[in-house]
Nanobody, 126 residues
Framework: QVQLAESGGARVQAGESLTRSCAVSGFTARLYSMGWVRQAPGKEREFVGAINWGRDTPDYGESVKGRFTISRDNARNGMDLQMNNLKPEDTAIYYC???????????????????WGQGTQVTVSS
């Protein structure tokens, strides 16, 4: 059974850093593309970043580029999202997601992700 689980929610001050993890069970994460998507209250889901299978350089959404870093953690069969210089507008529920097939590279296409975690709340106070 495929499951994705993000690390627990957190509350930080603006300017601080935070790392969230996504642990995968049911398949070997390093063989799949993986992505992060967030949703703030009252807003549509927003692409945060993705690391595609077979490509070393992650892709990031414009609002987080230069502040967020995605990396794989093969030892824990998952990936991390390191968030630096957090801003109040980064407050959202963050989801990790994986496509259904090894060869898929959904990147920014949220419809290309098949398995989703339950989400983790990140709150940034000003």
């Amino acid at each position: 059974q495929v499951q994705l689980a993000e690390s627990g929610g957190a509350r930080v001050q603006a300017g601080e850093s935070l790392t969230r993890s996504c642990a995968v069970s049911g398949f070997t994460a390093r063989l799949y593309s993986m992505g992060w998507v967030r949703q703030a209250p009252g807003k549509e889901r927003e692409f945060v970043g993705a690391i595609n299978w077979g490509r070393d350089t992650p892709d990031y959404g414009e609002s987080v580029k230069g502040r967020f870093t995605i990396s794989r953690d093969n030892a824990r069969n998952g990936m991390d999202l390191q968030m630096n210089n957090l801003k109040p507008e980064d407050t959202a529920i963050y989801y990790c997601a994986v496509p259904n097939r090894v060869a898929d590279r959904p990147g920014r296409d949220q419809n290309g992700y098949y398995y989703w975690g339950q989400g983790t709340q990140v709150t940034v106070s000003s």
